[in-house]
């Protein structure tokens, strides 16, 4: 520690606060929850006397948890009242918080870790305490709502430890941001939105405003697609863009953003309804023949390369909502015809 340091442990009764600047040590919560999971990260800094030169709410938390004995660095060179209101000074000021994103992320990182912890303690009490005890069915986390409890208890634990308060909610929103800022698949317009809402957030910016201008961006980009796919039924297509045409009268962004994600409900389920349809229509023949594996290789070597002959950019174009249903549906049965003699083929019938 050098020549004006030495570490030891002092009994909390010996260490006292003093006269300080800060008065109000604030919502101790998190600090509890903190010192009690990992204990202390650095120890509190005293003067020979006793007196918190360095951890002033540290020691209120230790008393709060009932500690009788505290890690504390003895500082030997401080000890005027003007060496203590400097040293005060010097370790209220000169600390930088952490910004917004720094805290989501490191709420989402604790957030994963308790709610794993979570889980593995509901195995151990669902099969026993054993390592290699046997688990069957489906994971809890997909069906046990306990562990969904427990999950949401996850939340409110890091967000208290990660902010003092009760922001899981927030924080929960700014997470939701990053990832969709590393998911490949989001056009680049959209991560440009994600970009620039994330810029407007940190350090200490709104949350709320700028999640709700990502979430808008990201339905309305969705309905524009089904409101210009050429793959898309007609008649979709014209009741999205009817909903589009009618996003912006509805004012503020919560509503627009309420409207949008209706919407989009709205045209997905008119799609599932549309392909459930199609499936139910297009049935095949009653009466099948087989024909020989020579029939099969002479389709195959007529057909070979057709991919090659023919414009993606064109069929999505031209093809029907039932054509491209049938398209389809032939590739997925096709799919399904050769992983089932491949595995015939690996595996042959004696």
């Known amino acids: 520690m050098g020549e004006n340091y030495f570490e030891t442990k002092r009994p909390i009764s010996d260490v006292f606060l003093g006269h300080r600047i800060r008065q109000d040590a604030g919502d101790l919560r998190a600090l509890i929850a903190s010192i009690r999971m990992i204990g202390f990260i650095q120890p509190i800094t005293i003067t020979p006397a006793g007196a918190v030169i360095s951890g002033g709410r540290r020691l209120q ?31 209220n000021q000169n600390r930088k918080p952490y910004t917004r994103i720094e805290q989501a992320r490191f709420f ?37 709502p306990e562990l969904a409890g427990e999950r949401t208890q996850a939340s409110k634990r890091a967000a208290l430890i990660v902010t003092g308060n009760r922001s899981d909610y927030t924080l ?5 941001l990053l990832n969709l800022q590393n998911d490949p698949t989001i056009s680049e317009h959209l991560r440009r939105v994600v970009e620039d809402a994330l810029a407007n ?12 201008r990502v ?6 980009e969705q309905l524009e697609l089904l409101a210009t796919g050429t793959h ?5 297509g014209s009741a999205a863009r009817a909903e589009l045409a009618a996003l912006p009268a509805q004012g503020r962004p919560a509503q627009i953003r309420q409207a949008a994600k209706a919407a989009l409900q709205r045209a997905t389920a008119a799609i ?37 002959h ?11 909502a039932e054509q491209w249903e049938q398209l389809t549906d032939w590739v997925h049965h096709t799919v399904q015809f050769l992983e089932e003699a491949a595995a015939h083929r690996k595996h042959p019938a004696a």
């Open 215 to 220: 979430k808008i961006a990201q339905d309305t």
């Open 201 to 212: 957030i940190d350090p200490h910016g709104p949350v709320e405003p700028n999640y709700l």
């Open 310 to 320: 023919y414009d993606p950019v064109d069929a999505a174009a031209t093809l029907t």
């Open 108 to 144: 989402d990182q604790l957030r994963r870790i308790f709610a794993e912890d979570a889980a593995i303690r509901q195995r151990a009490t669902r099969f026993g305490a054993s390592p290699g005890a046997p688990e069957s069915g489906a994971p809890p986390s997909a069906v046990d």
């Open 61 to 91: 938390a230790a008393r709060a948890l009932g500690y009788k004995t505290v890690d504390v660095w003895v500082r030997t060179d401080i000890s005027t009242e003007l060496d203590l209101l400097l040293a005060e000074q010097q370790e």
């Open 172 to 176: 929960g929103r700014v997470v939701e």
């Open 232 to 236: 898309v039924d007609p008649e979709i």
């Open 272 to 308: 599932t309804e549309r392909r459930t349809a199609l499936v139910e229509t297009r049935r095949p023949p009653t009466t099948i023949r087989t024909y020989s594996p020579r029939a099969l290789t002479e389709m195959i070597t007529e057909l070979d390369y057709w991919w090659l």
